[in-house]
């Protein structure tokens, strides 16, 4: 037998606005290789996965998701090791690197048929969270299906250098699209323009309000706009609702600009719905977890894609557990470039 002393993020407090320790609790409990049933295996976590929905944690009539439950352990997505398993006939042996789903603390018991291996040899394990993970699911799917891309269309994508963005506008490159992303600093529009070989970009904090922020889009697409891949919401998505062509696509991923209570109100956005109208267009909503099962499909396009360099990716790594409220908060003050992770 053996015990480890296990500490565990606890959600403890709702956020008004930003989110950080004081909404938390650290909790330490021991954990045994005795506590073990048939078919589980004992995790010691690794990486954990920093994302935007962590924060939708709101409750009352604000809630657009089920609230996360107070006084309980903050989930998220974890690449670790296993270091005891209790299962004769399992492919999993000790020292396997797995993706689960077990939330913030240092040690966590699962049931095997929950877990994903994964290859050290084939990419780093840190992908499966982000360009090979969740982030990137969405972005593939979301877009192949939702946007439906052609040929010499115009794309654009807000928060385009963050973990779903980045993947989302090289894999609109791949379809022989023209592509413009919008982020919020010089160095995250350098990455995209420089790293990515993405066409045109913008930092929309050089372009402050609707009316600068439309000048700045019609210029760099005079042809207009086919496809919108929204992660941010807020005003820069109703200049985009006055700049789509007829069919366009608009693609709801995320609404990061109203998650920590900002002004933006999304109650005002049907007011735009007349240019949906005139323009025969669509709107999608799309959520990672609808193509759960099919992350095998994805996987075998996408994964020779980074061993080959096709796909680029940025992580930026957070070190420490007692961290993570904090980088949390790193999301919604833009501090991070692409897949935001913290390491033990």
Request: include cysteine; proline fraction near 4%.
């Amino acid at each position: 037998m053996t015990t480890f002393k296990n500490r565990q993020w606890i959600y403890s407090k709702r956020p008004e606005r930003l989110v950080d320790n004081t909404h938390y609790t650290i909790n330490q409990k021991n954990i045994s290789t005795l506590d073990l049933n048939n078919g589980e295996a004992l995790i010691k976590s690794e990486y954990f996965s920093i994302d935007p929905y962590m924060r939708i944690q709101q409750s009352g009539k604000d809630t657009w998701e089920k609230p996360h439950p107070l006084n309980a352990l903050q989930g998220g997505a974890v690449v670790g090791q296993i270091i005891a398993i209790n299962d004769l006939n399992s492919t999993f042996k000790i020292g396997d690197w797995v993706l689960s789903y077990t939330g913030w603390q240092e040690y966590a018991i699962t049931e095997i048929l929950n877990l994903r291996k994964l290859d050290p040899n084939e990419v780093p394990v840190s992908t499966a969270l982000g360009v090979l993970g969740m982030p990137a699911r969405i972005a593939y799917f979301g877009f192949i299906e939702a946007g439906k891309p052609k040929k010499g269309e115009t794309v654009v994508v807000s928060g385009a250098s963050g973990a779903v963005g980045q993947v989302v506008v090289q894999i609109a490159k791949i379809k022989e699209c023209k592509v413009i992303g919008i982020a919020g600093s010089d160095e995250k529009t350098n990455y995209l323009q420089e790293e990515l070989g993405v066409h045109e970009v913008i930092n929309y904090k050089k372009h402050p309000s609707a009316i600068e922020l439309k000048k700045e889009l019609s210029r760099l697409c005079p042809e207009g706009i086919d496809i919108y891949y929204d992660n941010v919401g807020g005003y820069i998505t109703d200049v985009i609702f006055e700049l789509i062509n007829i069919n366009a696509r608009i693609i709801i991923c995320g609404q990061i600009s109203q998650y920590s209570g900002g002004l933006d109100n999304p109650a005002l956005g049907p007011r735009f719905l007349h240019h949906m109208l005139y323009k025969r267009a669509t709107i999608q909503g799309v959520l990672a977890r609808d193509y759960n099962d099919r992350m095998p499909e994805m996987l075998e396009e996408m994964t020779p894609w980074v061993q080959n360099g096709t796909l680029k990716y940025k992580e930026t790594i957070i070190e420490g557990f007692e961290n993570l409220p904090n980088a949390l908060n790193m999301l919604f003050n833009g501090k991070n470039i692409g897949k935001l992770i913290v390491k033990v």
